[in-house]
């Protein structure tokens, strides 16, 4: 009895956890108000429902019954969208046990990446807390590595966490010239041997499975027969038909010319470039072909001794000025996925060498929001889209801004990580005579 008394109560407790499903709407009022798709409005209110933005303005009338959260002097912003990430598929990069970003061999288009996620990661809500609601998560491994999916920041499983899969099919352009470095072990021939392999194992995915597909398709007329699903084959139709883009890992300008002369060739629909920041070199061919641009991390060093110690930083600035679709990531690797909440001060860093204040907040947003296909469900703050917000109190790309609220779908996020418990446990320890005053 006592215990059936407990649940009843713990149950009506979570009906009035601010964000839960069945939760009364929340009015964040009074706030400067980020739109990105508009403009940016001064004492504004958003109302949230059921997980999506409903009004947004001036003078609202606020639904009876909800809660209201007053946000005077504070910012309201739509949740970043990192665009190119291994949260969820790594949490210690030196622990093998807990890395599940890529599979043996080179040729794995069924691999899922949803499906590896890792939902109690102490990564996500490290990234959350500053701002990232939402991110694609991609394999990596081979030189056809799966397809990714844009998950949010919170669930309880990989179903819950998923927004939309797959969103592209991953390919890993290899090295065009030998590499040169301590822990390069093959020669410069056997290494230009593994880049035609891998080149060739490309090229034969996409004739096997345009083949697949052509015999599945013929399947029911007069002497065709019956044939044999081949998961691999199966997921490259949506890439095939244009569904989906194929998204090409090339970092260097003879990369990204080898892959887009070999999207050509193969005839893709739809290419997207990531972490190819020698991409404004060839600036006009990708606008000319609609080619967008997921740009690596802003804050890392030239690429070349003889580059100019600002070429990452300007890389933004020199795509946008160009007219190239673009947003920005934090570099997708291993490591980055550790400093994922870095991904505003990337593009606080392309704000400060050129890229427009707006625009720079757009590449964290809407843009990377429109490139990964979900651009009607994410990346601004506008009535009938999903309701991640964040409100903090300054400028969203300053790094001295606080976060103080996160919403993912309408749901109130806590803003404790790992990060967070340890500072208070260690703040809490016993302190003697000497010990430096809180």
């Not at 499983?157 to 390069?184: F, I, K, R």
């Not at 080619?291 to 991390?297: D, L, N, P, Q």
Request: neutral net charge; proline residues 6%; hydrophobic residues 40%.
């Amino acid at each position: 009895m006592i215990l059936a008394l407990r649940t009843c109560v713990a149950l009506a407790a979570l009906l009035f956890v601010p964000g839960v499903a069945g939760a009364a709407a929340i009015a964040l009022t009074g706030a400067t108000v980020h739109t990105v798709s508009g403009p940016t409005l001064e004492n504004a209110t958003v109302v949230m429902e059921n997980g999506r933005i409903t009004a947004v303005g001036r003078d609202l009338a606020i639904p009876a019954g909800a809660e209201i959260v007053r946000c005077m002097g504070k910012h309201v912003f739509p949740g970043f969208v990192s665009p190119y990430t291994m949260l969820g598929l790594t949490e210690i990069a030196s622990v093998r046990g807990t890395n599940d970003y890529q599979e043996t061999g080179s040729t794995n288009p069924d691999i899922r990446a949803e499906v590896q996620i890792n939902p109690d990661s102490d990564l996500l809500p490290v990234a959350r807390v500053n701002g990232i609601t939402s991110a694609l998560v991609a394999p990596r491994g081979g030189a056809l590595s799966g397809t990714s999916a844009l998950i949010h920041l919170d669930g309880w499983t990989w179903e819950d966490m998923t927004v939309s899969a797959p969103v592209g099919l991953h390919v890993q352009w290899p090295n065009m010239t030998p590499v040169h470095a301590w822990w390069q072990r093959k020669s410069d021939e056997e290494q230009k041997k593994d880049r035609d392999q891998a080149i060739a194992n490309l090229r034969k995915a996409f004739d096997d499975a345009r083949a697949y597909w052509k015999a599945r398709d013929a399947e029911g007329q007069a002497g065709i027969p019956r044939h044999d699903r081949d998961v691999k084959w199966d997921a490259m139709r949506k890439a095939l038909r244009g569904e989906i883009p194929v998204m090409i890992t090339a970092p260097a300008l003879n990369q990204i010319e080898a892959a887009l002369a070999f999207a050509e060739e193969e005839k893709l629909p739809r290419v997207v470039l990531v972490n190819a920041n020698d991409a404004w070199r060839v600036a006009d061919e990708l606008k000319r072909r609609g080619i967008a641009v997921i740009t690596s991390g802003v804050l890392g060093p030239p690429a070349r001794d003889d580059e100019p110690y600002d070429q990452t930083f300007s890389v933004p600035h020199r795509l946008y000025q160009a007219g190239v679709t673009f947003c920005i990531s934090d570099g997708g690797g291993v490591d980055d996925a550790m400093n994922a909440r870095n991904l505003p001060y990337n593009a606080a860093m392309a704000a400060a060498f050129g890229l427009p204040r707006d625009e720079a907040l757009k590449a964290v947003t809407l843009s990377p929001a429109r490139i990964l296909g979900v651009g009607d469900r994410l990346g601004s703050i506008e009535p009938g889209k999903i309701a991640d917000l964040v409100v903090a109190d300054g400028d969203p790309l300053e790094i001295a801004t606080h976060v103080e609220r996160v919403y993912i779908a309408g749901r109130a996020i806590p803003l404790e990580n790992r990060q967070s418990r340890l500072f208070e446990k260690y703040d809490d320890r016993p302190r003697g005579p000497k010990a430096r005053k809180r």
